[in-house]
């Protein structure tokens, strides 16, 4: 018998029919004799429907009465699937965030887990009910209703199964697993069976939008065997673990992707301590977040200094950078909207060597020029001309024969 807590996404409850039949599954898992936790996400399109709702009334809501509007999103699909289990006989209880005691931090819409009391999740378990709660919402200390950000269901999900020591989280969603790539860019792109939180984690920050990304870092902290599985057809989905003693990994897990970049160049700043700081702190000031930094050899005293943001924030970036670039006596600011993020991953690049060169022979051989490149000790990135995209993923899938199972010794 084991203690597994499910998570359903919206489009998995996107229906009273999809609820019901996520109903016969809970049924079916619970029948085997296991012992049942279900968190949903509210219907497909409800959270959107509520945000624009708000937003018809101020584009700028006050954050805390946003909370208490999206929160009922999910309110709605715990009562709905407590009714489907009833209906099939499962004695069934369904809690918001608040009711089981999911303490967050105050940051509205975007509100941390601090803490969760599951001495009432426990006690229901122990009288047989299965316990349906709401994802994706909290309440901070002062009992305001929080949520948890955008795609939050997932962390609820496996916050949860922390704090009742499950055996294991599973969330349910539209695609059957994690992908070596976006199959819609590399058609024979290949489900993982593994994979592990480290990989996942840079999948997830590279833009794969399998997860909500704290969730991962959750799972990884609290060591919450975690498991993505589709909820429309069956199968093992793939599983996200600790590395395993002794089991050797694949060199190269998979390669993301990020479409929104953009990059700036000052040119001919004096190459002098601070310098760098300065630039940065004037991006930072404008609460722009700075992806990959490249600060060349210096000539003549200047040097230049190229950095990436996300193109929701070029224009911005673009000002602030040349203001700055003024007052340092810059020679020029430059920048371009139209790049890309490809990144290798994989944790069995720690012990490999030659990865970088495979990675940069199978780029060139294809003519894709490398702008920017960044390593970390499991993933190479490299920034390209958007055009290339595409053909850089496949290119990069079959030189890695990402298409094949990995040898397992
Ligand atoms: N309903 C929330 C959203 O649409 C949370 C979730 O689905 O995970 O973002
Ligand atoms: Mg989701």
């Not at 539209?174 to 792109?189: E, F, S, W």
């Not at 720690?350 to 390593?375: C, D, P, Y």
């Amino acid at each position: 018998m084991a203690l597994i807590v499910q998570k359903y996404g919206g489009t998995s409850v996107g229906s009273v029919k999809r609820i019901e039949a996520v109903a016969d599954k809970v049924k079916e898992w619970r029948d085997r004799g296991n012992r049942m936790v279900v968190v949903v996400s509210a219907m497909s399109g409800e959270t959107n429907r509520i945000v624009a709702l708000a937003k018809e009334i101020d584009p700028n809501p006050t954050p805390r009465e946003l909370d208490v509007a999206m929160a009922t999103g999910e309110q709605v699909t715990i009562a709905l699937l407590t009714i489907a289990l009833e209906k099939r006989g499962v004695p069934a209880r369904s809690y918001t965030g608040p009711q089981v005691q999911i303490l967050t931090d105050s940051s509205h819409n975007k509100a941390r887990i601090l803490d969760i009391d599951a001495q009432r999740v426990r006690d229901d378990l122990d009288k047989d009910h299965v316990i349906v709660v709401a994802g994706f919402q909290g309440t901070d200390e002062h009992g305001n209703i929080t949520t948890l950000g955008r795609g939050g269901s997932d962390t609820s999900a496996v916050a949860i199964a922390a704090a009742i020591d499950a055996d294991e989280c599973q969330i349910y969603t539209d695609v059957d697993g994690v992908y070596t790539t976006d199959p819609r860019v590399v058609p024979n792109a290949r489900r993982m069976d593994r994979i592990t939180f480290e990989e996942m984690l840079e999948m997830s920050s590279l833009g794969s939008k399998v997860l909500q990304i704290r969730a991962v870092e959750f799972a990884g902290k609290y060591n919450v065997p975690l498991r993505v599985l589709s909820s429309f057809e069956e199968g093992p989905g793939t599983l996200i673990t600790f590395e395993e003693e002794g089991m050797e990994q694949p060199v190269i897990s998979g390669i993301a992707f990020q479409r929104d970049e953009a990059k700036l160049t000052v040119r001919g700043v004096p190459d002098e301590p601070g310098v760098a700081c300065k630039i940065l702190v004037a991006i930072s000031d404008q609460n722009i977040e700075v992806d990959m930094i490249v600060q060349n050899i210096a000539n003549d005293g200047t040097t230049d200094f190229t950095f990436t943001v996300h193109r929701n924030d070029y224009q911005q970036a673009m000002a602030a950078l040349e203001k700055i670039g003024k007052e340092l006596g810059a020679r020029e600011t430059i920048g371009d909207s139209e790049i890309v993020k490809v990144s290798l991953v994989g944790v069995g690049m720690r012990s490999h060597a030659g990865i970088a060169s495979q990675m940069f022979k199978a780029l060139a051989k294809e003519g894709v020029n490398i702008q920017m490149i960044s390593t970390s000790e499991i993933k190479i990135s490299v920034i390209i001309d958007e055009k290339y995209l595409e053909l850089a993923v496949r290119a990069l899938h079959d030189s890695f024969e990402l298409d094949a199972e990995p040898e397992v010794h």
